[in-house]
């Protein structure tokens, strides 16, 4: 199984209502990272949070990250139909492993 | 200006064939990636480059072979193609080796069909 694995797989929600997706994973990391992807594109960085940090904010993007769990949420608040995208988690391992490992994604769809 | 360039974005050929997938980066960055996503969206890493060296080559099959003339460029020959790789691949760039310390770029992909 994966190291990172989002919950939901797939979203739909109208637009203006928040948006909450969850990944889990198994292993001890260093940090964790949020990446979006439009369909038919390449991956965009969002946000990152190191494994010493329990919360992060970026615009309408909230990150928590629950070491004693294995487990983080990305909560996009007011969304918007251009937020209708696919959505990453990437953890880096405590392990010197050189390599982020990122879960199968969670499909957002904002209904205008 | 793009940031991390892929040529060609779409690839249909047959199997047995040879062929490259280009990668280009404008940053400045040291370190080069290539990832394969399958039809189920699942990323998983191929190779890394920091500054022309191989970092990481997971098990992939030796028909795979990367090359990095130089820091900005990361390129993917694969020879014999099989159906099984069909898949888009991305090439992604960082400013260095300390994973999860830098965030990546990526390019906007390249589709591989294999018939």
């Known amino acids: 199984s994966q190291q990172g694995e989002e919950d939901p797989q797939a979203l739909s929600i109208q637009e203006g209502e928040n948006a909450t997706m969850n990944c889990s994973y198994k292993?001890?990391?260093?940090?964790l990272q949020w990446y979006r992807q439009n369909s038919g594109r390449g991956l965009v960085h969002l946000i990152l949070?190191?494994?010493?940090?329990r919360e992060k904010h970026s615009g309408r993007l909230r990150v928590t990250l629950d070491t004693s769990k294995k487990s983080s949420s990305l909560l996009i608040t007011a969304s918007r139909a251009a937020d209708t995208a696919s959505y990453f988690c990437?953890?880096?391992?405590?392990?010197?492993?050189?390599?982020?490992?990122f879960g199968s994604g969670t499909r957002l769809q904002v209904q205008p | 200006d793009t940031a991390v360039s892929q040529t060609p974005k779409y690839l249909v050929t047959q199997m047995g064939n040879d062929k490259s997938i280009k990668c280009e980066q404008n940053?400045?960055?040291?370190?080069m990636y290539w990832y394969k996503q399958d039809s189920k969206k699942f990323l998983k890493i191929m190779f890394s480059?920091?500054?022309?060296?191989?970092?990481i080559n997971e098990t992939v099959p030796n028909r795979f072979s990367p090359k990095s003339p130089d820091k900005a460029h990361l390129n993917l020959h694969i020879n014999s193609l099989e159906l099984g790789d069909s898949a888009v691949y991305f090439c992604a760039s960082s400013q260095g080796l300390g994973v999860g310390t830098y965030e990546q770029y990526f390019g906007p992909g390249t589709r591989l069909t294999v018939t």
């Open positions: 949070i190191r494994s010493n940090e």
């Open positions: 292993t001890s990391i260093n940090n």
């Open positions: 990437a953890t880096a391992l405590d392990t010197g492993r050189r390599a982020l490992t």
């Open positions: 480059y920091n500054n022309k060296e191989l970092i």
């Open positions: 940053l400045g960055h040291d370190t």
